[in-house]
């Protein structure tokens, strides 16, 4: 009798822990979710994403994770179809400088001193530095390329630049904003494309409106650009600019890329703290940066058409 009992006993062992054995592995199961040509994506990498932009931008923790996931999933396509492009012209996997100044700027804007304390920081939230160093090397090849590709077509006036910094040597506004641009197909969708964003932010929020909708680089740190000059913005954008109030967004201003509106986060008066020269290096990058990130949107939407996108 206690034979048969210890017989059941095992059974019943051996039955439970193959039932657990059995939920985890369906708990863990891999699922592709995407396919971008020969490309896939499973809800693993998405949550490896997911991960990945968290860490790197604490911004976003406070934003839906839902709406988050769905971000890292579009993320994982935007950097897998830029990744085939790069690799028609260039060969990934090498030294690059460009990365690792990418790098150190990250991991300051973290308020961490050293790469291994960087190192370490990915490493306690479950990111390898190699993965990432990966990820960073394909969005600064990216860049470069798009550099290179419309060098020609980059305007920066610096004799304007200068004049501007020249009369404007005394006490300073500076504007801390963030920014939303919307992908639209002709002038008459302006409306409607506008009318659908105040929707989203009045029910989702800005900064999970940024996600749902901008298609902007900035749109990975909330669409923050940081502290700018004001006098260095266009007559345009400052005049939309001095009609809103701090927590308030601009009107729709059309530029090459779609639909910018804008945020008017903080604002404040400064003295200008570098001499004449800096502070035109300053503003000619930041003018380079616009335009670059305006020439990378409109080359992505090209090249995406070429891909079979399936999700």
Request: no cysteine; hydrophobic share 40%; glycine share 2%.
């Amino acid at each position: 009798m206690r034979l048969k009992k210890k017989f059941t006993l095992r059974l019943v062992s051996k039955i439970i822990f193959f039932f657990v054995v059995f939920l985890n592995l369906y708990a863990n199961e891999v699922k592709i979710v995407a396919k971008i040509g020969n490309d896939i994506i499973t809800n693993i990498d998405i949550e490896n994403e997911y991960k990945y932009l968290i860490s790197l931008n604490k911004s976003l923790e406070d934003v839906d994770k839902n709406q988050l996931l769905s971000f890292a999933k579009n993320s994982l396509i935007k950097e897998k179809i830029k990744k085939s492009e790069i690799k028609k012209f260039y060969e990934l996997d090498k030294k690059n400088d460009a990365v690792d100044k990418l790098i150190t700027g990250i991991y300051k804007k973290l308020d961490i001193n050293s790469l291994e304390g960087f190192k370490n920081y990915l490493q306690n939230n479950d990111l390898e530095y190699n993965n990432v160093y990966k990820k960073l090397e394909i969005e600064a090849v990216w860049n470069e390329m798009v550099y290179y590709l419309f060098k020609d077509k980059i305007y920066i006036n610096e004799t304007d630049l200068k004049n501007k910094l020249i009369n404007n040597q005394k006490k300073v506004e500076s504007l801390l904003i963030s920014e939303i641009i919307v992908n639209i197909k002709n002038k008459n969708d302006v409306g409607k494309a506008y009318n659908q964003l105040l929707t989203s932010i009045e029910k989702f929020g800005y900064k999970e409106t940024v996600l749902r909708l901008s298609i902007s680089n900035s749109k990975s740190n909330s669409g923050l650009l940081g502290w700018i000059n004001k006098n260095t913005l266009s007559k345009k954008i400052q005049n939309e600019l001095s009609k809103i109030e701090i927590g308030q967004i601009t009107q729709p201003i059309l530029i090459s890329s779609g639909m910018l509106v804008l945020k008017l986060e903080d604002k404040k008066f400064i003295e200008p703290t570098q001499n004449l020269d800096e502070q035109l290096i300053e503003l000619t990058n930041f003018e380079l940066n616009n335009q670059l990130n305006n020439f990378s949107t409109i080359y992505y939407n090209k090249i995406k058409k070429n891909f079979s996108v399936y999700e």
